[in-house]
């Protein structure tokens, strides 16, 4: 490296100290983004689902159902781990396995890549195992694996590499792409740097990067020239001789929310993809599901379940004000049940009989509709 390289690189480090600094309001805003996310990815989950019920085991279609499915598990992770960030929790390193996180993520994103980038993977078959976080990891090769197909907008070579380096593991990712001038070399790991158009970049990536890899103790490198492609590579300590420390190799089990938060559910739909639907937003919203098929289900399993239920979420069916005397037989035992009726088909004289116990949500419903009904019933502001 150039002397001026050396200064570049000082100008560069003082930039992120600041940007780092700013890193609070940015994970408070990613906190935010990631909750809608969240709400999108339950919908996406849960008609993808649906979908991959419908259709029969030999249907072409199935695979690209299955690709939606892995690729937007991908993204719940994402999501959990941007609020999680939020809360400043970082997780306890465990041993990772980069070969394998490796091909997990080009399995996700081999689609995105097309069939103008050849995909060259090297990996060191004596490969040591890493001590990280495996999701913001794969994070990590998320991002880079993203960036390097955008430099590729013609095609190319994209070459993943993994090996042991001394006392650390690294793994390299390579494109054949449009390279990189001094300016934007000196900037790349700046939050919101970008140089993509707007909609196409949010200049995240890389930050996301930096900030994953030296949280735990690693480095990166960058090489790249105008028209001539680029590597990038992250050095990550391995796990040291004779394991992790004790508390750190088996870090406690951290509960999906508090107690005190977590809210019980119980789930009257005789169609099981609804049902399911039903249960996955529910679930991404840390609430506890109970299902049931159908009432007298629901009724024998309210009166066996030992815990608290907070909330039932039944269809009213016909005619709609019998679904009244049905939760009074339920609240003989569980007096303090609220309940939330959904209906498909209401006809106007069905209107006049509709329910009174609980407010009723007109069905086919939206995610957001739902989850503010629910919300509402329990005496949440959402
Ligand atoms: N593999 C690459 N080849 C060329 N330029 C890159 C590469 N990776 C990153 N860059 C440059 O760094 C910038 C910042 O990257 P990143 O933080 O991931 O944000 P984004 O991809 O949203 O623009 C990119 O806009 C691009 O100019
Ligand atoms: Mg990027």
């Known amino acids: 490296m150039s002397e001026s390289g050396a200064v570049s690189a000082r100008d560069q480090s003082a930039r992120l100290e600041e940007a780092l600094a700013d890193n609070a309001s940015l994970r408070r805003h990613a906190s935010s983004v990631a909750h809608d996310f969240n709400n999108l990815l339950a919908v996406i ?3 993808t689902e649906m979908m991959l019920k419908r259709l029969r085991a030999d249907d072409p279609l199935r695979r690209n159902a299955e690709a939606i499915k892995r690729a937007t598990e991908w993204g719940t992770a994402l999501a959990q781990q941007i609020l999680s960030g939020s809360r400043r929790s970082l997780p306890a390193p465990v041993p990772v396995d980069l070969n394998q996180l490796v091909g997990n993520v080009t399995r996700v994103l081999q689609p995105l890549l097309g069939d103008s980038i050849e995909l060259v993977t090297r990996l060191s078959p004596s490969l040591a195992p890493v001590s990280a976080d495996p999701h913001r990891i794969g994070q990590v090769i998320m991002n880079l694996v993203v960036n390097a197909r955008d ?3 013609n095609g190319g070579r994209l070459t993943i590499e993994t090996g042991n380096v001394g006392q650390a593991v690294m793994l390299a990712v390579g494109d054949t792409g449009y390279g990189m001038n001094d300016e934007t ?3 790349l790991f700046e939050p919101y740097f970008t140089t993509k158009e707007p909609g196409r970049g949010t200049g995240l990536g890389l930050a996301t990067v930096y900030d994953v890899v030296t ?3 690693g480095q990166i490198s960058v090489t790249s020239d105008t028209g001539a492609g680029s590597t990038f590579k992250i050095y990550l300590p391995r796990v040291p001789e004779g394991g992790l420390p004790a508390e750190t190799a088996a870090p406690p089990p951290v509960p999906a929310a508090s107690p005190a938060e977590s809210k019980t559910v119980l789930v009257v739909e005789n169609e099981r993809e609804v049902r ?3 249960r996955e937003i529910l679930q991404l919203q840390n609430y506890v599901v109970l299902e049931a098929g159908d009432r007298d289900e629901a009724l024998a399993l309210s009166e066996q379940h030992g815990g ?3 909330l039932i979420v039944v269809d009213v069916g016909i005619p709609p004000s019998f679904a009244d005397e049905w939760v009074v037989r339920v609240r003989a035992s569980r007096p303090e049940i609220k309940v939330l009726y959904v209906s498909g088909y209401l006809s106007d004289s069905a209107q006049v009989n509709a329910p009174k116990l609980g407010p009723l ?4 419903f939206t995610v957001g509709a739902f989850t503010k009904a629910i919300g509402l019933v329990l005496g949440r502001a959402k």
């Not at 949500?361 to 086919?364: A, I």
């Open 361 to 364: 949500l007109q069905k086919p």
């Open 45 to 47: 989950t849960g008609y």
């Open 276 to 278: 399911d639907l039903i």
């Open 308 to 310: 608290r239920i907070d």
């Open 151 to 153: 430099a590729m907008p």
């Open 185 to 187: 070399r000196a900037r």
């Open 215 to 217: 949280q735990c103790g």
